[in-house]
């Protein structure tokens, strides 16, 4: 193709359709997903039903991290490109990992009340859950309350980075310390492992949940740029005026 | 079981209201950003505009 030829449109007119089938799709794995969660996996001989909170539960905090590491690596590319698009790649990946922890943070002691008796331990997991929610809590509320600049992307990735130190010690905690949280059931010691039933609908369930996560970062990011589009035609506005 | 229904109403509403908050903003940002490109367009035409009417 020769440098000549003229440039595609901005916005082909296939692209509309696509993130509606991606939507489509993924609220089509979170039935299938809520299918095998209820019904598909067989009951658990010590818990009993309430071990099915264990499919949404554990596809929460996965989620939650894979959009922490979003943060994280964008909040990287940030720094060494100072790149619009890598901070708003960052915001999303806080926002959208926010609200996955809170659900993991939310149906583990409505799991943990029956069980163990209590509905919340300071254990190292657990703590190390809650301090990871408000550290990304704090990182979205300090990008509110500074004024936009170069300086507040710049801060915020900073503290990005520091923040996801906790991702992989939050990970490692129930296998470096014995907690009241129970074992890891994959990648975990010798007794590890579970069910085939079960662990195909906790495979089904942090597929839709990880496709969940990526189509809501996507929206996210989507309407960052869109600030930053607004941003830009102010200050252009502003520039007229004089 | 009413835990096991608690937990995942809980899930479903936090999902809920995030998408529908998502939704909100988008209207809210749509209707700015339309806003502004009407006004950035028209600012241009404003002098000569001013012009013509000398």
């Known amino acids: 193709m020769s440098s000549t ?28 997903a809520l299918y095998w969660a209820l019904i598909g996996a067989p009951t658990e001989a010590t818990m009993g039903t309430i071990q099915r909170i264990f499919y949404y539960h554990v596809p929460a905090a996965f989620a ?87 300086l507040q992307p710049r801060l915020a990735a900073a503290l990005a980075i520091f923040f996801a130190a906790d991702i992989p010690i939050d990970y490692m905690s129930i296998r470096w310390w014995a907690t009241q949280h129970p074992a890891p059931v994959l990648f975990g ?54 | 079981m009413g835990s096991l229904v ?4 809980v899930a479903w509403v936090i999902l809920m209201i995030y998408v529908l908050t998502l939704a909100a903003r988008q209207k809210k940002l749509r209707q700015a950003l339309a806003q502004l490109q009407a006004q950035v367009e028209a600012a241009p035409a404003a002098p000569s505009q001013a012009a013509h009417a000398k």
């Open chain 1, 64 to 150: 939650a991290w894979m959009a922490f590491g979003v943060n994280a690596i964008a909040s990287c590319v940030y720094l060494a490109r100072r790149s619009l698009k890598a901070d708003a790649w960052a915001v999303a990946g806080a926002e959208v990992g926010l609200a996955f922890l809170a659900i993991n943070l939310i149906t583990g002691p409505i799991w943990a009340r029956p069980v163990w008796g209590v509905w919340w331990e300071w254990d190292p997991r657990l703590t190390l859950t809650l301090a990871m929610w408000v550290m990304y809590a704090s990182y979205l509320i300090l990008r509110q309350l500074t004024p936009e600049g170069s």
């Open chain 1, 189 to 242: 010691g010798p007794d590890s492992g579970l069910a085939p039933r079960m662990l195909v609908a906790l495979l089904i369930s942090l597929a839709a949940f990880t496709c969940l996560m990526a189509i809501l970062v996507w929206m996210r990011y989507r309407q960052q740029l869109a600030r930053i589009e607004i941003t830009r035609l102010r200050q252009r506005l502003a520039l007229a005026e004089e």
């Open chain 2, 6 to 9: 608690a937990a995942y109403t």
């Open chain 1, 5 to 32: 030829s003229p440039s595609p449109p901005a916005v082909p007119a296939q692209e509309s359709s696509r993130p509606q089938l991606a939507i489509l799709a993924t609220l089509a794995l979170l039935l299938i």
